[in-house]
């Protein structure tokens, strides 16, 4: 898809190595104009050295992505270096604390939810005021396949990848009628410095053996392929699936072809299911009607 991004804009957050790294070198590859976002500048210049020796461009804005007053002086940085930011790709993450929750840290808990669910949206509420306005723009969220599990033992990473699964649902839903897309992406896992952790560490090796399971059967995917995925998101071809709870195992040709069903059935989203002998509440049924029908009549406005 070479050329597919050329003139746009693009920031990729926890981009100084491991997915990050991936996804900015594939947007760059693509002709996008990428701001690599991290804490570290060391690894940032690396990853733009290794953009900029492929032909690429690409520029560092050092920043915490929990800080709302660093992020907001950075990302007007890259808009007076780079021009208005066409896509975002909320990938800084952290694993926090592997043991039974009442064991952990909790500032260490807090961390991580902080990381994983306040980063993306800090930078989403930077960004979105003037996609809003211009009626384009993309949000990429990097999840985690275990948000769809009740994986035991990293409860704030599982619950913080989980709440901005949701938290995509609902700010897909909210700018759609502006023209706005924003998709959740599970990227598998990837050899990198998070999962050496869960699967060296002392802590890892006693509370999630499991683990190793992945690398042993040859589960691992290279980074490239979640960072092919967003450069496809990236180039608007799926922004009818734009809400869901994508992965880089999805056909995106054969979930376009399915998209009634998967839009009458709920698929690749969040859901309770329930016994289909047990009653709904018609009170509640009527509300979540009615607030359905008025986003429907807002998007067709």
Not at 253 to 267: M, P, S, V
Request: aromatic fraction near 6%; charge should be neutral; glycine fraction near 6%.
């Amino acid at each position: 898809m070479t050329s597919s991004l050329r003139n746009q804009v693009a920031i990729v957050t926890g981009a100084g190595r491991g997915i990050g790294r991936a996804i900015a070198q594939a947007l760059a590859a693509a002709s996008a104009k990428v701001a690599v976002v991290a804490r570290s500048e060391k690894e940032l210049a690396e990853t733009v050295a290794l953009i900029e020796a492929d032909g690429g461009t690409a520029a560092a804005f050092p920043a915490d992505v929990t800080n709302a007053s660093a992020i907001s002086s950075a990302f007007a940085e890259i808009e007076r270096a780079l021009g208005p930011v066409d896509l975002l790709v909320n990938n800084a993450g952290i694993i926090g604390p592997i043991a039974p929750f009442w064991e952990q840290s909790l500032d260490e808990w807090w961390r991580a939810v902080d990381v994983n669910l306040r980063g993306p949206a800090v930078c989403s509420h930077r960004v979105l005021p003037r996609m809003v306005a211009r009626r384009r723009g993309r949000i990429v969220n990097v999840i985690s396949g275990g948000a769809a599990f009740a994986l035991t033992h990293f409860s704030a990473y599982i619950a913080s990848k989980t709440a901005l699964a949701r938290f995509t649902e609902i700010l897909a839903t909210e700018v759609k009628p502006d023209g706005v897309a924003v998709f959740a992406l599970s990227p598998a896992t990837v050899r990198t410095a998070m999962s050496e952790h869960s699967l060296n560490s002392p802590e890892g090796r006693k509370w999630i053996p499991w683990f190793r399971r992945v690398f042993d059967e040859g589960l691992v995917v290279p980074a490239e392929r979640p960072a092919q995925m967003v450069v496809e998101l990236a180039s608007g071809r799926a922004d009818a699936l734009s809400g869901r709870f994508l992965s880089v195992s999805d056909d995106l040709d054969l979930l376009l072809a399915d998209l009634e069903e998967i839009e009458r059935d709920h698929l690749y989203s969040l859901r309770v299911r329930k016994l289909a002998a047990a009653a709904s509440n018609p009170k509640f049924d009527a509300i979540r009607a009615a607030g359905e029908a008025a986003r429907m009549s807002k998007s067709a406005g």
